[in-house]
């Protein structure tokens, strides 16, 4: 009987050691395949395809995966495009759809895993659609793609997030200067009220300070504080 010296990769872990005969199996079962990495005992690890067992993997049923070049690429750059939107929108309209834009990722997710399937392709898993960069960063090295989308997709999230920031910012000085109008008229007895309101900084989390711009021409420095749905706002003696 052959010496056991044979192991094979899969899922990142290493399986063995197995005689020649026994991989020799496992490429005629599927097990494993022409792109698996093995290692014979000796020497590093190469792929099946370049080792004896190659002749073992039986002849595939169907013509071969389309040319990488050929692969439908829309839905992925479409997934760049969804960023893109849903910044433009949020600046535009000052709205939020950070949730709906993840929906949207994840059904064109899905729907290019299936793509990719029908074109030969051994797609990452459905459940990689959750994780966007990962599933394309997954899906650029299974078809051997310059990874471009993955770093434009990257690109887009960070412009989101930058202005979900500041659909928040916007958020918290409308809500201000109505209460600014408040403190005015109670507790200054004046008239003036206020018709804007500008955040400067943010000391620490959910506290702010800010400049109230009120419509005799005059400005005001005042802090305020996000609690929960609440919003305080003090106007310190000027």
Known sequence: MSEATWYYSKNGTRNGPFTIDQMKGFAASSVIGLDTKVWAGAGDWVSLKETELAASVPPL??????????????????????????????????INIGWLILIINVILCVVDERRLKAAGYDAPETYWAVLIPVYLWKRANLIGHSKNYFYAWIAGFVLLVIVGFM??????EEAACPIVTTI???????????IAVAIDDEP??????????????????????????????????Q
Do not use: M
Request: net charge negative; proline share 5%; hydrophobic share 40%.
């Open 167 to 172: 659909d928040s910012d916007s958020e918290i």
């Open 204 to 237: 620490k989390d959910d506290f702010y300070t800010a400049t109230a711009y009120l419509d005799n021409g005059n400005q005001l420095d005042i802090t305020i504080e996000k609690k929960q749905d609440k919003i305080l706002v003090r106007v310190p003696l």
């Open 184 to 194: 005015i008229h109670d507790q200054f007895y004046q008239k003036a009220s206020c």
């Open 61 to 94: 049923s169907g013509p071969p995966p389309l040319a990488s070049s050929d692969v439908d690429n829309r839905f992925v750059w479409a997934l760049v495009g969804v960023q893109i939107i849903g910044a433009l929108l949020g600046l535009l309209f000052d």
